[in-house]
């Protein structure tokens, strides 16, 4: 009679499964609206809504680094309605600056597809006596403690990739944290600050009209958007690697037969034509990972970012 009701309970869960999805889906973006996560999300949800068949709804839950919107998806049903769009923030370097997080995203988030990432780029103001990186270091080296640069705020991957160009060259430059890109890209068009990183989309205007100055890229290859720009690695720390990595994931035990639909789907969503045409606009180099992919990349930059928050000394609480 047991084995009855469990094979029972499977077939129902199998047909409940195979008409997924009946309804609309909700993905939660930890940040409020008009940032690179959001952006990409809302880039790809109309697309994501006609592969599934259903609307799919985008809810911004911003604040507290991303904290509040991860553990609402974190804490609910297992069941393919809820999703999560994140970043390395969220998923790698948030366990390692709070003392105490409401979430653990190794094991209350299930990865499903890393849908692109993002390199950074190191500018300068006019001002700074340097057109390139190593005449930055060399001119750093000789005046420690004269320049600053700015950042997304304390922990965020302007800072951590920041701190590991200053320990990778042995400069000294100061920390100046902002409330996010909207604040610091206007600090450095100011003058209060002398370089900061930055996604392409909040400085490729100012480029143009000279107001800041491309040094270097984060990223381990040269981005096909600016290949003249030079990396980090190349230009002295080999296997310099710091990009905005944007993905999507669901709570803990939503079924596999779920998961590989989405990612399936998302794979096929990122490289449509106008999708793709917008992540170039963007500065965005489109993946559509599979969920094992994405969950190894996720473990990597766990323990990147462990060593490097640990070595800057960068706590919040």
């Known amino acids: 009679m047991r084995f009855i009701q469990l094979l029972a309970m499977l077939v129902v869960a199998c047909a409940a499964h195979a008409q997924y999805p009946a309804r609309a889906i909700k993905i939660v973006v930890p940040y409020a609206a008009g940032g690179l996560p959001d952006t990409m999300t809302r880039a790809v949800t109309p697309k994501l809504g006609e592969s599934l068949g259903q609307p799919v709804v985008v809810e911004n839950m911003g604040g507290a680094g991303g904290i509040s919107g991860v553990t609402e998806v974190a804490r609910s049903p297992a069941d393919g309605y809820t999703l999560l769009v994140a970043d390395v923030g969220q998923i790698a370097i948030n366990p390692h600056l709070f003392s105490k997080l409401p979430y653990d995203p190794m094991k209350d988030l299930a990865p499903v597809s890393l849908i692109g990432t993002s390199p950074l780029y190191l500018v300068a103001h ?23 640069y700015g950042s997304s705020g304390i922990g965020s991957i302007h800072h951590l990739a920041t701190e590991a160009l200053k320990a990778g060259f042995g400069i000294d430059i100061v920390h100046v944290p902002y409330k996010g890109t909207g604040q610091s890209v206007p600090a450095l068009l100011g003058g209060q600050v002398a370089l900061l990183y930055s996604a392409l989309p ?7 009209d000279g107001r800041v100055k491309i040094l270097a890229i984060s990223s381990a290859q040269r981005s096909p958007q600016t290949p003249e720009v030079p990396t980090v690695a190349e230009s002295g720390i080999p296997g310099y690697d710091y990009v905005a990595e944007i993905g999507m994931l669901a709570p803990a035990g939503t079924p596999r ?31 559509g990972s599979t969920p094992e992919a994405y969950d190894k990349q996720n473990k990597a930059d766990f323990d990147k970012y462990a060593r490097l928050v640990k070595a800057s000394g960068a706590k919040i609480d």
């Open 126 to 148: 006019p001002s700074v006596p340097a057109n390139t990186l190593k005449e930055l270091v060399a001119y750093a080296k000789a005046h420690p403690g004269k320049l600053n």
């Open 202 to 208: 909040s400085i490729a205007g100012h480029l143009k």
């Open 257 to 287: 037969v779920i998961i590989q639909r989405l990612a399936g789907e998302m794979a096929k969503v990122v490289k449509q034509p106008d999708v793709l045409q917008r992540f170039t606009q963007l500065g965005i180099d489109a993946v």
